[in-house]
C-alpha cells in the first residue's frame, strides 16, 4: 500500500495529510485535518469522468445521520479532485461480521438492518443508486451506522475484471448489472445480501472466482442454511433474480423485516436533548454486565431525531436483551495495517512464551550449555513465527488448501535448514573446484558442493520439519475464529506428527527432545498470542427459539 | 470415500518418503582431482559413518606437542601457560577452515575435553640451569608439553556454538525491527497521525541504536 502524499504534506489548500487510511477502487483516503483543527477524510478521486464527477457533485448537500457527510469536492493545484468528507472514527461492518463469523445477534442485525435501510431510502429519494453497498462501506461510530462511498460508483461491467475487482463488490452485485442496468433495486439486492450475512455470517453466493460467484447470481438460487425462519422470504425476494419481483423500494423491504422481526418503535428524542443516558431505550439490562458490554442495539444514540422512520409503529414487544457486540475492538481489523500490527504484537510476544516454556526443560534435563538452550529457543521461536506467518488470516473451519499445506510446508522446510545449520553442521556451498577426498565431499546437481556426512542430515532436517508443517491444519492455532483461546489439542498433534515422522530425524546427530520440543512451545506460544475472538454467549432460550 | 484432509496428508508423505529417498540418488561423490598445490595441512574430514565418529576415528583438528612459551616454577603455571599457546593456535587453525570459525574456547574446556594423553614436563638441561641462574632466575622450573585433538564433533559444536551467538544477534536486530514497526504503527494509530515523522524518526533511531548495540 503506497500513498501518494506523505504525514505533512498539503496536497489540498486548507489541509495537512496526516495519514493515510486506505486505498480504494476510487483512490486513496487520508484523514487530515483542516488548518482551523477540523479533522476530514479527503478522497483523491483519480482517472474519474465528468459524469461520475457530477454525480459526486449531487450528493454534496445530502444530509442523514446514517449518511457519511460529505463536505466539499475541491481541485488541487495538479488538476486532481478530492473529496473532502466527515471523519468516521470507527470500524466498518465488514470487520464486525468478521469478528462473528456465525452472524450477528439478530436483534442487532435487524436494527443495523433498519438503519442501514433508511440511509439507502433516503438515497433513493433523492435519485441516488449507491451501486456499491457493502459492509466495507458502512461504518459504526459510537453505536451509530453510517453510510459511505455513495455517489461515487463508476460503471462496473463483466467485460472490465479489472474494474470490478478494485470495487470489489463481486458478492454483492445484481444479476442485472450485467447488463448494465443500475436502477436502485441493485441496492436493494445488496441490501438482501448483506441481511443475509448480518445472520449468518456468510454469503449467499460464494465461489473461488468471480466468475463463479457473477454466475451464482445469475442462475444460482440463494444458500439459506443458517438463516433465522422469518427473514427467509425476506432475503429470498430481495435477492431475486429479476429486479421486478424484487422489492419495489428500500422502505418496503424495512417493513417486510420489521414484520418478520418486530423491533419496538424508535422514540425521536425532543430537541436538545443530551445525548445517550438520557435517551437510551429502558430495556432491562443484565445486572452484572459491564459498560463496555452495553449491547449496541441499546447504544445507538437516539438523540439524534429519526426524521422518517420507515416501519410503522409495531405493537409494543419487549425486545429480548441484546447479546453484547463490541463494535470498537481496534485490534482485530480487516485494514492490512491493522493486521500487521496484530501480527506483530504476536510475533513479539513469542519469544517471551518461548522463554518461559523452555525452563521447565533445563530444568529437568539439566542442561546449563548456552550453545544448546540458544539452539532450542532460536528453533523453537522460528517454528512460533512461521506458524504465525504462514496462518495468514485462516478461518479456523474453511482454510484447508494445497497451497496452505504447500506454504506450511515450504515454511518448514526453511525451519529445518534453519536447525541444521544452528546445530554446526557445514552446509551446501557453491564449490567450482574438486577437494582431494572424494568420500567426503558430495555434489549435488553437478556444482552444489556438500560434505558428505552432511547430506543426510541435511535431508533430514528439512524434510521432517517440512512434513510436520504440511501434515497438520496448523493454522487453526492462530484463527481468530477458534473454538478455545488455548487447547493442549495441538501440542499433543505435534508429538504425535513428530514421533510418527521420526524415521525422518537425524537421530544419531541430536536427541529427540529437539524435534519434538520446537515443535510443542512453538504450538503453545502460537496460541497463547494470536488474538482470539470469543464466541457469542448462547441466545437467551426465548430467543433461540424464535430463530430456528 | 477418503476425507480430502486424509488424501492431503497421505500425500506429503508420500513426496517426504519419495525425496528422502532420492538423496542417497542425489549425493554422487565425484571423482578426486589431483591437488593443485601444496595447501596447509589441514586434517581431512572423517568418513561419515556418524556411528564411527567418537571412536577410531582420525580428529578434525590435531595440534601436536605444543609448549608453554616460558619456563614456570609450578606445574600448573606452566600447564595454563601451554594451554593459552594452544588456545591461540588452535583459533588459528579453526580460522582457516572452510568455513572459518572465529570461536575463543575456554580453557577450562580445553584442559577438560581438548587434551589428549599425558601432559609433558620437560625440565630444563644443566647448561640451560646454568643460564637461568646466571640470569637471576630460580632454575628450578619447568616446561609443559601438551597435544591437543579435536574431533569432528567437537569443532561442530564450537561451530554451533558461534551460529547460535549470531542467531541472537540477528535476531535482536530482527526483533527490534519488529518492535519499532509495531510501536510506530499503534502510537501513530493513538496519535491519529499527528506525531507520523517523529514517530518514524523515533522508531529508526531506536533501530539503529539497537543494531549498533549488538554488532558493536
Same mark, same amino acid.
Given at each position: 500500500?503506497?500513498?501518494?502524499?506523505?504525514?505533512?504534506?498539503?496536497?489540498?489548500?486548507?489541509?495537512?495529510?496526516?495519514?493515510?487510511?486506505?486505498?480504494?477502487?476510487?483512490?486513496?483516503?487520508?484523514f487530515?485535518?483542516?488548518?482551523?483543527?477540523? +479533522?476530514?477524510?479527503?478522497?483523491?478521486?483519480?482517472?474519474?469522468?465528468?459524469? +461520475?464527477?457530477?454525480?459526486?457533485?449531487?450528493?454534496?448537500?445530502?444530509?442523514?445521520?446514517?449518511?457519511?457527510?460529505?463536505?466539499d469536492?475541491?481541485?488541487?493545484?495538479?488538476?486532481?479532485?478530492?473529496?473532502?468528507? %466527515?471523519?468516521?472514527?470507527?470500524?466498518?461492518?465488514?470487520?464486525?461480521?468478521?469478528? $462473528?463469523?456465525?452472524?450477528?445477534?439478530?436483534?442487532?442485525?435487524?436494527?443495523?438492518?433498519?438503519?442501514?435501510?433508511?440511509a439507502?431510502?433516503?438515497? $433513493?429519494?433523492?435519485?441516488?443508486? $449507491?451501486?456499491?453497498?457493502?459492509?466495507? !462501506?458502512?461504518?459504526?461510530?459510537?453505536?451509530?451506522?453510517?453510510?459511505?462511498d455513495?455517489g461515487?460508483?463508476?460503471?462496473?461491467?463483466?467485460?472490465?475484471?479489472?474494474?470490478?475487482?478494485?470495487?470489489?463488490?463481486? =458478492?454483492?452485485?445484481?444479476?442485472?448489472?450485467?447488463?448494465?442496468?443500475?436502477?436502485?433495486?441493485?441496492?436493494?439486492?445488496a441490501?438482501?445480501?448483506?441481511? $443475509? +450475512?448480518?445472520?449468518?455470517?456468510?454469503?449467499?453466493?460464494?465461489?473461488?472466482?468471480?466468475? %463463479?460467484i457473477?454466475?451464482?447470481?445469475?442462475?444460482?438460487?440463494?444458500?439459506?442454511?443458517?438463516?433465522?425462519?422469518?427473514?427467509?422470504?425476506?432475503?429470498?425476494k430481495?435477492?431475486?433474480?429479476?429486479?421486478?419481483?424484487?422489492?419495489?423500494?428500500?422502505?418496503?423491504?424495512?417493513?417486510?423485516?420489521?414484520?418478520?422481526?418486530?423491533?419496538?418503535?424508535?422514540?425521536?428524542?425532543?430537541?436538545?436533548?443530551?445525548? =445517550?443516558?438520557?435517551?437510551?431505550?429502558?430495556t432491562?439490562?443484565?445486572?452484572?454486565?459491564?459498560?463496555?458490554?452495553?449491547?449496541?442495539?441499546? %447504544?445507538?444514540?437516539k438523540?439524534?431525531?429519526?426524521?422518517?422512520?420507515?416501519?410503522?409503529?409495531?405493537?409494543?414487544?419487549?425486545?429480548?436483551?441484546?447479546?453484547?457486540?463490541?463494535?470498537?475492538?481496534?485490534?482485530?481489523?480487516?485494514?492490512?495495517r491493522?493486521?500487521?500490527?496484530?501480527?506483530?504484537?504476536?510475533?513479539?510476544?513469542?519469544?517471551?512464551?518461548?522463554?518461559?516454556?523452555?525452563?521447565?526443560?533445563?530444568?529437568?534435563?539439566?542442561?546449563?550449555?548456552?550453545a544448546?538452550?540458544?539452539?532450542?529457543?532460536?528453533?523453537?521461536?522460528?517454528?512460533?513465527?512461521?506458524?504465525?506467518?504462514?496462518?495468514?488470516?485462516?478461518?479456523?473451519?474453511?482454510?484447508?488448501? @494445497?497451497?496452505?499445506?504447500?506454504?506450511?510446508?515450504?515454511?518448514?522446510?526453511?525451519i529445518?535448514?534453519?536447525?541444521?545449520?544452528?546445530?554446526?553442521?557445514?552446509?551446501?556451498?557453491?564449490?567450482?573446484?574438486? +577437494?582431494?577426498?572424494?568420500?567426503? !565431499?558430495?555434489?549435488?546437481?553437478?556444482?552444489?558442493?556438500?560434505?558428505?556426512?552432511?547430506?543426510?542430515?541435511? @535431508?533430514?532436517?528439512?524434510?521432517?520439519?517440512?512434513?510436520?508443517?504440511?501434515?497438520?491444519? @496448523?493454522?487453526?492455532?492462530?484463527?481468530?475464529?477458534?473454538? %478455545?483461546?488455548?487447547?493442549?489439542?495441538?501440542?499433543?498433534?505435534?508429538?504425535?506428527?513428530?514421533?510418527?515422522?521420526?524415521?525422518?530425524?537425524?537421530? =544419531?546427530?541430536?536427541?529427540?527432545?529437539?524435534?519434538?520440543?520446537?515443535?510443542?512451545?512453538?504450538?503453545?506460544?502460537?496460541? @497463547?498470542?494470536?488474538?482470539?475472538?470469543?464466541?457469542?454467549?448462547?441466545?437467551?432460550?426465548?430467543?433461540?427459539?424464535?430463530?430456528? | 470415500?477418503?476425507?480430502?484432509?486424509?488424501?492431503?496428508?497421505?500425500g506429503?508423505?508420500?513426496?517426504?518418503?519419495?525425496?528422502?529417498?532420492?538423496?542417497?540418488?542425489?549425493?554422487?561423490?565425484?571423482?578426486?582431482?589431483?591437488?593443485?598445490?601444496?595447501?596447509?595441512?589441514?586434517?581431512?574430514?572423517?568418513?561419515?559413518?556418524?556411528?564411527?565418529?567418537?571412536?577410531?576415528?582420525?580428529?578434525?583438528?590435531?595440534?601436536?606437542?605444543?609448549?608453554?612459551?616460558?619456563?614456570?616454577?609450578?606445574?600448573?603455571?606452566?600447564?595454563t601457560?601451554?594451554?593459552?599457546?594452544?588456545?591461540?593456535?588452535?583459533?588459528?587453525?579453526?580460522?582457516?577452515?572452510?568455513?572459518?570459525?572465529?570461536?575463543?574456547? #575456554?580453557?577450562?574446556?580445553?584442559?577438560?575435553?581438548?587434551?589428549?594423553?599425558?601432559?609433558?614436563?620437560?625440565?630444563?638441561?644443566?647448561?640451560?640451569?646454568?643460564?637461568?641462574?646466571?640470569?637471576? /632466575?630460580?632454575?628450578?622450573?619447568? #616446561?609443559?608439553?601438551?597435544?591437543?585433538?579435536?574431533?569432528?564433533?567437537? /569443532?561442530?559444536?564450537?561451530?554451533?556454538?558461534?551460529?547460535?551467538?549470531?542467531?541472537?544477534?540477528?535476531?535482536?536486530?530482527?526483533?527490534?525491527?519488529?518492535?519499532?514497526?509495531?510501536?510506530?504503527?499503534?502510537?501513530?494509530?493513538?496519535?491519529?497521525?499527528?506525531?507520523?515523522? #517523529?514517530?518514524?524518526?523515533?522508531?529508526?533511531?531506536?533501530?539503529?541504536?539497537?543494531?549498533?548495540?549488538?554488532?558493536?
Open positions: 500500500m503506497r500513498f501518494t502524499y506523505r504525514t505533512g504534506e498539503r496536497p489540498l489548500a486548507g489541509y495537512t495529510v496526516k495519514r493515510g487510511v486506505g486505498i480504494g477502487g476510487f483512490g486513496e483516503v487520508y487530515a485535518v483542516s488548518d482551523s483543527g477540523k +479533522e476530514v477524510a479527503l478522497k483523491l478521486l483519480r482517472g474519474s469522468s465528468d459524469v +461520475e464527477m457530477r454525480g459526486v457533485a449531487n450528493c454534496l448537500n445530502l444530509k442523514h445521520p446514517n449518511l457519511v457527510h460529505i463536505y469536492l475541491k481541485e488541487d493545484s495538479h488538476g486532481d479532485k478530492w473529496l473532502v468528507m %466527515e471523519y468516521v472514527l470507527g470500524e466498518s461492518m465488514a470487520q464486525v461480521i468478521d469478528r $462473528h463469523p456465525d452472524g450477528l445477534p439478530v436483534n442487532l442485525a435487524v436494527e443495523w438492518f433498519q438503519n442501514l435501510a433508511r439507502v431510502a433516503y438515497l $433513493h429519494d433523492h435519485g441516488v443508486v $449507491h451501486r456499491d453497498l457493502k459492509p466495507a !462501506n458502512i461504518f459504526l461510530e459510537h453505536g451509530s451506522l453510517k453510510v459511505g455513495y461515487l460508483c463508476k460503471a462496473m461491467s463483466l467485460t472490465n475484471k479489472a474494474q470490478t475487482r478494485t470495487v470489489g463488490t463481486v =458478492h454483492f452485485m445484481a444479476p442485472e448489472i450485467s447488463s448494465g442496468n443500475y436502477t436502485k433495486s441493485i441496492d436493494i439486492y441490501c438482501g445480501v448483506m441481511l $443475509h +450475512e448480518m445472520l449468518t455470517g456468510k454469503l449467499p453466493f460464494d465461489g473461488e472466482s468471480d466468475g %463463479e457473477l454466475m451464482k447470481h445469475l442462475t444460482a438460487t440463494p444458500d439459506l442454511a443458517g438463516v433465522p425462519e422469518p427473514f427467509q422470504a425476506v432475503i429470498l430481495a435477492l431475486d433474480k429479476n429486479p421486478l419481483k424484487r422489492y419495489a423500494t428500500m422502505t418496503e423491504m424495512a417493513k417486510a423485516v420489521d414484520a418478520a422481526y418486530p423491533t419496538q418503535p424508535v422514540v425521536p428524542a425532543p430537541p436538545m436533548a443530551k445525548p =445517550h443516558q438520557s435517551e437510551r431505550t429502558e432491562p439490562t443484565p445486572a452484572a454486565k459491564p459498560t463496555e458490554a452495553i449491547a449496541v442495539a441499546v %447504544e445507538i444514540p438523540a439524534v431525531p429519526v426524521a422518517q422512520p420507515i416501519a410503522p409503529p409495531a405493537p409494543a414487544k419487549p425486545i429480548p436483551v441484546a447479546v453484547p457486540v463490541r463494535t470498537e475492538t481496534p485490534s482485530v481489523g480487516s485494514s492490512f491493522d493486521r500487521l500490527t496484530d501480527r506483530l504484537g504476536s510475533m513479539l510476544q513469542a519469544p517471551v512464551v518461548v522463554a518461559v516454556g523452555i525452563i521447565p526443560w533445563m530444568a529437568v534435563t539439566r542442561t546449563g550449555e548456552w544448546t538452550i540458544g539452539r532450542m529457543a532460536l528453533v523453537s521461536l522460528a517454528v512460533a513465527w512461521a506458524f504465525l506467518l504462514a496462518a495468514g488470516r485462516a478461518r479456523f473451519k474453511k482454510s484447508d488448501s @494445497w497451497a496452505r499445506r504447500l506454504r506450511f510446508a515450504s515454511l518448514g522446510l526453511v529445518g535448514l534453519f536447525a541444521f545449520w544452528l546445530e554446526g553442521w557445514v552446509g551446501p556451498s557453491l564449490d567450482s573446484g574438486y +577437494e582431494e577426498s572424494p568420500t567426503a !565431499n558430495s555434489y549435488l546437481f553437478g556444482f552444489l558442493h556438500v560434505p558428505a556426512r552432511s547430506v543426510p542430515v541435511v @535431508w533430514s532436517y528439512a524434510l521432517y520439519f517440512a512434513c510436520v508443517f504440511g501434515a497438520a491444519r @496448523w493454522w487453526r492455532m492462530a484463527a481468530k475464529d477458534r473454538k %478455545e483461546r488455548f487447547s493442549l489439542f495441538p501440542p499433543f498433534v505435534a508429538v504425535f506428527w513428530g514421533l510418527v515422522l521420526s524415521f525422518l530425524w537425524p537421530w =544419531h546427530a541430536s536427541t529427540i527432545e529437539f524435534g519434538l520440543l520446537p515443535l510443542v512451545l512453538g504450538t503453545i506460544a502460537v496460541q @497463547w498470542v494470536s488474538p482470539w475472538v470469543p464466541p457469542p454467549p448462547p441466545m437467551p432460550k426465548k430467543l433461540r427459539w424464535r430463530t430456528r | 470415500m477418503v476425507p480430502n484432509r486424509t488424501v492431503r496428508v497421505m506429503l508423505l508420500a513426496l517426504a518418503c519419495v525425496a528422502f529417498g532420492l538423496t542417497g540418488c542425489h549425493a554422487k561423490p565425484r571423482p578426486a582431482k589431483p591437488k593443485p598445490a601444496a595447501k596447509e595441512q589441514v586434517p581431512a574430514p572423517p568418513v561419515n559413518d556418524a556411528a564411527d565418529r567418537s571412536v577410531g576415528v582420525p580428529p578434525a583438528v590435531r595440534l601436536p606437542a605444543i609448549r608453554s612459551s616460558q619456563p614456570h616454577t609450578s606445574r600448573e603455571a606452566a600447564l601457560d601451554a594451554l593459552m599457546v594452544a588456545r591461540t593456535e588452535l583459533m588459528k587453525h579453526l580460522d582457516q577452515l572452510d568455513p572459518p570459525i572465529h570461536a575463543r574456547p #575456554w580453557l577450562v574446556k580445553m584442559k577438560s575435553e581438548y587434551v589428549k594423553g599425558e601432559v609433558r614436563e620437560i625440565l630444563p638441561t644443566d647448561d640451560e640451569k646454568t643460564l637461568i641462574k646466571a640470569n637471576g /632466575v630460580n632454575p628450578n622450573v619447568r #616446561w609443559v608439553e601438551i597435544d591437543l585433538e579435536l574431533t569432528e564433533d567437537q /569443532v561442530q559444536q564450537l561451530r554451533s556454538t558461534e551460529r547460535v551467538t549470531d542467531a541472537f544477534r540477528g535476531g535482536a536486530i530482527l526483533f527490534a525491527f519488529l518492535a519499532a514497526i509495531y510501536g510506530f504503527l499503534r502510537l501513530d494509530q493513538w496519535t491519529k497521525g499527528y506525531l507520523t515523522l #517523529w514517530l518514524g524518526l523515533a522508531a529508526g533511531l531506536a533501530v539503529g541504536g539497537v543494531a549498533l548495540l549488538v554488532l558493536a
